[in-house]
């Protein structure tokens, strides 16, 4: 048994597989099944609405050959990687969808949807690409539509007691997946990253909320239990480092994997996975509807332009993870976040003090040994840093 892991984590480093055999058996017992790609999905229209929302396969690089025979070699490789385990059918929690939603963050994304709906029924959110008020008045209007949607498709009403319900359901989720990951603001982290990040990609795949807000409640204060107890993966002079960018799943976790081989602690993913998640949804407003889309349009994500509220955040989450550096890990073919990065960079600069690294790669393994040789020398620089200023 390693003792550096809490008991709950091997529970959930299997809940996917687990989780995919309760999905088959709520789906014969007549749940109806939604499946979502992206955190501008709103969930809790779809809790309201009866149905079960799961996250989709997208982070591996089992189904890119099969997607490229239809899809651009140069695109991003989580569009290849979605469309191709549609394709071939090989995710389970696609297989089982009765609807799918979808959202135009970028060109290439809303492209291959148009193909998807080939697979399964698909509703497409229309996302602003500004974060004011016409464009709160535009994106309630297609959370509207969504509602109308659902409400034809399940034969419900989405009332105003559905969605508080929903609300107050989503935001316990969202509170106990803060509370695990600011855990790693303890120096040193009782959790590696690429543990954390198998724990906030596995529970995406839950189908019972409840359970999973209590399974990640009980790792956590498992894991405050041996953080007390002097017990971590690390020590306090590993090198602590904040991943800012694309998502990141288990299968594209390269980055992560190669931070901490090279003997750096992953302390922070700012992505629309983790940190860009747990900003709660008001419970107490008169139009619960119109609170989930303020609060929905308010994520920061590179599609938004202006995109202020991602530096912000990048900088405050820096700054209470006490990271010794930055990483910014963008997909190739992924446009937003590539030219953002220099914007971000620059950001951080005038503000803090904090050492920066852009990387640009997708889901092979072709270029680890270079992104190995960057990364053990950005750990070097962060590693002087520290030394230097002791």
Known sequence: MDMTKAET????????????????????????IVGTYCLYSPAELVVAAGAIPVSLCGTSPNPIPAAEKVLPRSLCPLIKS????????????????DLLIAETTCDGKKKMYELLNEFKP??????????????????????????????????????????????????????????????CKLKPSPISGLDLLTVLHNRGFSVNKEEAI????????????MAGAGISPFTEETPRVLLTGVPVGIGSDKVVRLVEECGGSVVCFESCGAY????????????PLRAIAERYLRIPCSCMSPNQGRFE?????????????????????????????????KYLQE?????????????????TEQ?????????????RARRSAQ
């Open 122 to 183: 698909l509703h497409l959110m229309q996302l602003p690409q500004v974060q004011d008020g016409a464009a709160l008045d535009y994106w309630l209007g297609e959370l509207k539509r969504l509602a109308a949607r659902l409400e034809q498709e399940f034969g419900v009403e989405l009332t105003p007691e559905r969605l508080r319900d929903a609300i107050r359901l989503c935001n316990d989720e969202r509170r106990s997946l803060q509370a695990l990951q600011d855990l």
């Open 9 to 32: 984590f091997t529970e959930i480093a299997t809940l996917r597989e687990r989780n995919a055999l309760a999905l088959k058996e709520a789906k014969e017992a007549g749940a109806r």
């Open 351 to 367: 503000r803090t003090s904090v050492p920066f690294l852009q990387i640009e790669t997708d889901y092979s393994e072709s270029d």
């Open 214 to 225: 209590a399974l990640v409640d009980r790792l956590t204060a498992e894991l405050w239990e």
């Open 276 to 287: 860009k998640k747990v900003e709660p949804v008001a419970e107490d407003a008169d139009d």
């Open 371 to 383: 992104l190995k040789v960057r990364i053990e020398a950005f750990l070097e620089i962060l590693n």
């Open 313 to 345: 955040l990048v900088e405050r989450l820096a700054r209470e993870f006490q990271a010794d550096g930055v990483i910014d890990l963008t997909w190739q073919g992924c446009h937003t976040y590539n030219i953002e990065s220099y914007s971000l960079k």
């Open 82 to 97: 979605s469309y191709g385990f549609a394709a071939t059918d090989t995710c389970p929690y696609f297989h089982f969808a």
